[in-house]
């Protein structure tokens, strides 16, 4: 199934994107962030060389050191931020990406507001602890109204929801009831589906899929 040619990848991950996109009835755009960590440059050089645009990073120190210098070639490129971050480098994160995928507590929204008064200011998506695990990063469930409120209360672009659905189990009632739980609270974005479960996301309204293994091959 796989194949070491980044163009055939990134074709057939585009095509399945598009096969659920069309079977779910959807009129809208779905944006792929190719999830590139771990991977140097000479690794990614080749997908942007293709056309795509759009990439995920999950740490801040590792974004830094890899992408000025492939932006500086490409200015159009869009940086998404997926992992966990640090209330101390927000001001570092909102400096560097367009989106911000993982706004899951309310010191963080303090220090990304205050990050924001730079003028830049990129899209934030709430993640989610969509299965309630305990090890899990996001907001539960139950706390999704209060931290939405003190996003909007400060000013915050929110734009969307973001999820991890539990490993192993079937992820199709978690992308609903993330899908449910944007609709329920106006939000039009939907950060969802990862290699294993992309075409599933895309059915049930997935807005921005995170794909890094079925573009990149396995990580180290
Ligand atoms: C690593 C990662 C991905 C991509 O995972 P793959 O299984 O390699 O597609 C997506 N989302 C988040 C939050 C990640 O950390």
């Keep these: ?43 990614i050089e080749p997908l942007i060389a293709i056309g795509q645009r759009a990439f995920g990073e999950n740490r801040v120190q590792e ?10 070639q490409h200015p159009d490129i869009r940086l998404a931020l997926i ?11 909102v400096a560097l990406f ?13 220090a990304i507001a205050r990050a924001m008064e730079s003028g830049k200011r990129p899209d934030c998506f709430v993640q989610v602890n969509i299965g309630d695990e305990t090890q899990k990063g996001g907001c539960a469930v139950a ?15 929110v734009t969307g929801l973001m999820a991890i659905p539990p490993a192993d189990v079937e992820p199709a009632p978690y992308f609903a009831l993330l899908a449910k739980l944007a609709r329920d609270h106006g939000l039009a974005g939907l950060s969802m589906g990862m290699s294993s479960d992309y075409p599933t996301a895309v059915t049930l309204g997935a807005t921005h899929v995170r794909v890094g293994s079925a573009l990149f091959g396995a990580r180290a």
């Design 1 to 43: 199934m796989t194949t070491d040619d980044p163009a055939a990848r990134l074709a057939g991950v585009l095509a399945e994107i598009e096969r659920a996109r069309k079977l779910a009835g959807r009129p809208d755009a779905v944006q792929l962030i190719a999830v590139s960590k771990t991977h140097a440059a000479d690794a």
């Design 63 to 72: 974004a830094q050191a890899k992408w000025p210098a492939l932006r500086e």
């Design 83 to 93: 992992g966990q971050l640090q209330s101390n480098k927000a001001a570092d994160a």
């Design 98 to 110: 367009d989106q911000i995928h993982s706004l899951d507590r309310p010191s963080l929204v303090a």
């Design 143 to 157: 706390d999704l109204p209060a931290l939405l409120a003190e996003a909007r209360g400060a000013n915050l672009p």
